[in-house]
């Protein structure tokens, strides 16, 4: 598949600026997000790492025009302000530019991992003869080629969320959001899934976030940002390391 | 495949229900409208299978029975007159009571049970094969092979039995009913007659009917004799020109009567039925119900089974795919179901239909009366799946983030 985005290489992808988030528990107000900046370039992979209910799928749902922040700014590729477009130009705008991977893997029993990635890639109004072609590719690429024609209950964990990479994938998107990508998975598995996301970062020049708490993927990390309480307490860049350590023990 | 057609294939246990229910909503009114038609055919049989190629009514009458549909004597020779027309017969009728007639043994052994009965403290009948009344229609046919009265499906030998004096025919789903069986003599409106000849495929749950000789009818002293008659029989040459000479026919009456060919006039036939008020309370009342209930359970069942998948549409959602096109998912899924309900209430109809005919009781299907009921369940499916998309409000795709 082409590589589209990697001339974009090194320049900012996304940024925010005071992301305030609030929920309502009972009759007082949580502060999720407290005045939260961030940035992502190109080709990088941008870890988000703290402890549960430190806030960072909050900041995920708010960066990736899921979730609407009560303040703050939200610039996303040529989109300048996210969060003022209407509901139906942001969908459009997910549908264009963002991959998004969960921990659950979220795909429909009842279709094959080809038909996972096609159904998606027909919604972009992509023909069925190049969104097969395009379903096959990703699929390849993570690959997953021999098990196309499976059914998520025939395939494991591993093999699910690599189902569900190469639905982000196929879409060839400029930013790509991983929650947890892992953390359901074992470790040699999960070892495979983040490479992925680190060859989506260097090859093809996607700006990947992957919100974690598992400090073994800070080995493969352009870039990692610990959030704790709604505030950033650092953020550090890195050089990935050449030989990563295994997940696996 | 598409992802609807494809999640209702593979989760067929979970859309059960809502086939299920569409199966039977269809099968209410279907099994409803298919019983009312099929009596109503039981009272044409005679018509649908008669010689006739044309029929002439009364004006105005829509229906052989059920009406007005006579008319003037002196129609007959202005029918005649069309130079294509071969035969003018008026299609005779009456009624009256009718006993069957018990052997002395039988009347012995009946006696002897009620004694016994009595005896035992025990209610006396109940078993049937005693003696029977019913009121019954008498059609006519003229005894003669061929003639235009006959129907198509009368052997010579019915014909040469029927020509008998005072010999009936009873169709074999009225012997039961009737009390009796081929040969037996029995009484009717006082006189006897003799069961001559069985017919079958002449079904009619309402009220039996004997078919017996004009003469028969004659010496019974119930024949028309008057300045009005029953509605014509007419057999025409060719009878692939019946609608151009019912047309011609019609042309020549100028409003004194109407000509009907065969088939206009049993479509009448049914539809004047289903236009009865009784029936047609009857049938709306079901329809009415078989919307609720099939509403009702196929909107619960697809609420369920959206909701069992509402993190895959979540994620789709994430994806960037708009609400309106998961909306158009679900009423896919919906239009689905309710193809595979018109499949589902067919096979449970044809089921019935084999139920009935084993009981003897006749149901039709009109091809009309089934297009509208496939719609019918059709648009139940998609009503419930309108119904449904509320539950879509649930696929929020931040809480897949967590």
């Known amino acids: 598949m082409s590589n589209d985005h990697s001339h974009l290489r090194g320049q900012s992808a996304l940024s925010a600026q005071g992301l305030v988030k609030r929920f309502k528990t009972g009759r007082t107000f949580v502060e999720v997000l407290k005045g939260v900046d961030f940035d992502a370039k190109h080709g990088d992979v ?69 038909q996972q990635v096609m159904t998606v890639l027909k919604y972009q109004n992509v023909g069925p003869g190049e969104a097969s072609r395009r379903a096959q590719a990703a699929l390849e690429s993570v690959g997953l080629g021999p098990r196309v024609n499976q059914r998520p209950s025939e395939l494991s964990g591993g093999e699910k969320q690599r189902v569900a990479i190469a639905r982000a994938l196929a879409k060839n998107p400029n930013l790509i959001f991983a929650d947890e990508p892992t953390s359901a998975l074992d470790g040699k598995s999960g070892e495979i899934v983040i490479k992925l996301l680190r060859a989506a970062a260097t090859e093809r020049g996607a700006a990947v976030i992957c919100v974690t708490h598992d400090p073994r993927l800070e080995a493969y990390a352009d870039r990692v940002i610990h959030i704790e309480d709604g505030r950033i307490l650092d953020d550090v860049r890195r050089t990935p390391d050449a030989n990563p350590a295994p997940l696996s023990h | 495949m598409s992802l609807a057609l494809a999640t209702l294939l593979y989760e067929w246990r979970r859309y059960m229900a809502a086939v299920v229910a569409l199966a039977f909503s269809g099968l209410l009114v279907l099994a409803q409208v298919g019983m009312f038609v099929g009596i109503g055919k039981g009272f044409t049989a005679q018509i649908d299978r008669a010689r006739a190629d044309i029929m002439v009514l009364g004006p105005g009458a829509k229906a052989l029975f059920g009406g007005p549909s006579g008319l003037p004597r002196r129609m007959i020779p202005l029918v005649y007159s069309h130079p294509e027309v071969t035969q003018v017969a008026p299609l005779d009728g009456s009624g009256g009571r009718f006993q069957n007639i018990l052997s002395p043994e039988e009347q012995a052994k009946i006696d002897a049970r009620t004694k016994a009965a009595a005896k035992g403290g025990r209610q006396a009948g109940g078993e049937g094969g005693g003696r029977k009344t019913e009121f ?28 008998q004096p005072y010999a009936v025919a009873v169709d074999q789903t009225a012997l039961k009913r009737l009390g009796v069986k081929k040969g037996d003599k029995a009484i009717y409106n006082g006189k006897t007659i003799t069961i001559a000849v069985v017919t079958t ?24 004799t008057g300045p009005r008659v029953a509605p014509l029989m007419v057999q025409i040459r060719d009878p692939a020109r019946a609608e151009i000479v019912a047309a011609q026919l019609n042309k020549k009456g100028d409003g004194k009567f109407r000509a009907w060919t065969r088939q206009e006039l049993a479509d009448a036939n049914s539809s004047a039925m289903l236009d009865d008020q009784i029936i047609g309370i009857m049938l709306g009342f079901s329809a009415f119900l078989g919307l609720l209930i099939g509403v009702a359970i196929t909107w619960q069942t697809l609420r ?31 239009f689905w179901v309710g193809i595979v309900g018109v499949g589902a209430a067919g096979l449970l109809t044809w089921l019935v239909t084999l139920l009935a005919a084993a009981g003897g009781v006749p149901m039709y299907f009109p091809p009309s009366l089934i297009i509208i009921v496939a719609v019918f369940l059709v648009i139940i499916a998609m009503l419930s799946g309108f119904l449904s998309l509320g539950i879509l409000k649930n696929s929020q795709p931040a809480d897949l983030l967590r």
């Open chain 2, 201 to 224: 495929g002449y079904p009619n749950i309402i009220q039996p009917t004997l078919v017996m000789s004009r003469d028969t009818l004659r010496m019974l002293g119930e024949a028309d």
């Open chain 2, 136 to 163: 019954v229609n008498v059609t006519v046919i003229d005894a003669i092979p061929g003639y235009v009265t006959v129907p198509t499906d009368y052997t010579q030998s019915m014909v040469e039995a029927l020509r």
């Open chain 1, 46 to 114: 941008t870890m988000v790492m703290g402890p549960s209910g430190s806030g960072k799928s909050t900041l995920v749902a708010a960066l990736s025009g899921l979730l609407e922040p009560d303040e703050g700014n939200v610039s996303a590729l040529e989109a300048k302000d996210l969060w003022s477009l209407s509901k139906g130009k942001i969908d459009k705008f997910r549908l264009d530019h963002c991959g998004f991977i969960f921990q659950g893997f979220n795909l429909f029993p009842a279709l094959t991992a080809k």
């Open chain 2, 304 to 334: 369920g089974a959206i909701m069992a998948n509402i993190k895959e549409f979540a994620s789709l959602r994430a994806l960037g795919v708009s609400m309106g096109d998961l909306r158009n998912i679900v009423m896919e899924l919906s």
